[in-house]
T-cell receptor, first 115, second 110 residues
Framework: DTAVSQTPKYLVTQMGNDKSIKCEQNLGHDTMYWYKQDSKKFLKIMFSYNNKELIINETVPNRFSPKSPDKAHLNLHINSLELGDSAVYFC??????????????FGPGTRLTVL | DAKTTQPNSMESNEEEPVHLPCNHSTISGTDYIHWYRQLPSQGPEYVIHGLTSNVNNRMASLAIAEDRKSSTLILHRATLRDAAVYYCILTPLYAQKLVFGQGTRLTINP
């Protein structure tokens, strides 16, 4: 059973389009995250949700809108896609944030290519 | 966020121990030391974490210097599957996020 799953695995789209990436975790965790890994392989946090509430927004453009319908799901919607949005997006989850050293579990990633 | 310094790359041979160093001279008293690794084309995975004492788990050991300004991840017997980028990350108590650096790319020779 996959702990953190993401769909789709690959996404190729044109500039200007709107797309969504879905994430689900079956670990019963309270906190979910979105990270972006760019072409230089730097991994950077974008958003964090705890029990459906936004707790971190790392100065990500407004075109990116996370949505958490319940604590097991955190979807990422991107409007008006730009070339610079091309990256691998990772979803992650953890129990009660990173309190006292809790680990994060990462999904397999979604490779987004904007043409 | 306190910073960590790791070598860009390291190389080792299969079935030999590997010692991956990490310097964190500005660590504060409540910062946990986490290690994650990222295998090719996969998401990062947790390896181990510690606060002050050395830690062992099924994947690795973590040796923390007495002054906590450095730590070493030890893979006791490397396999080809251990080839990955290894990240040493400091997380404050009740941290809300992981801050990844550039990590160490570990190559394992057969």
């Amino acid at each position: 059973d996959t702990a953190v799953s993401q769909t789709p695995k690959y996404l190729v789209t044109q500039m200007g389009n709107d797309k969504s990436i879905k994430c689900e975790q079956n670990l019963g965790h309270d906190t979910m995250y979105w990270y972006k890994q760019d072409s230089k392989k730097f991994l950077k946090i974008m958003f964090s949700y705890n029990n459906k509430e936004l707790i971190i927004n790392e100065t990500v453009p407004n075109r990116f809108s996370p949505k958490s319908p319940d604590k097991a799901h955190l979807n990422l919607h991107i409007n008006s896609l730009e070339l610079g949005d091309s990256a691998v997006y990772f979803c992650a989850s953890s129990l009660m944030g990173l309190s006292v050293g809790n680990e994060q579990f990462f999904g397999p990633g979604t490779r987004l290519t904007v043409l | 966020d306190a910073k960590t310094t790791q070598p860009n790359s390291m190389e080792s041979n299969e079935e030999e121990p590997v010692h991956l160093p990490c310097n964190h001279s500005t660590i504060s008293g409540t910062d946990y030391i986490h290690w994650y690794r990222q295998l090719p084309s996969q998401g990062p995975e947790y390896v181990i974490h510690g606060l002050t004492s050395n830690v062992n788990n099924r994947m690795a050991s973590l040796a923390i210097a007495e002054d906590r300004k450095s730590s070493t991840l030890i893979l006791h017997r490397a396999t080809l599957r251990d080839a990955a980028v290894y990240y040493c990350i400091l997380t404050p108590l009740y941290a809300q996020k992981l801050v990844f650096g550039q990590g160490t790319r570990l190559t394992i020779n057969p």
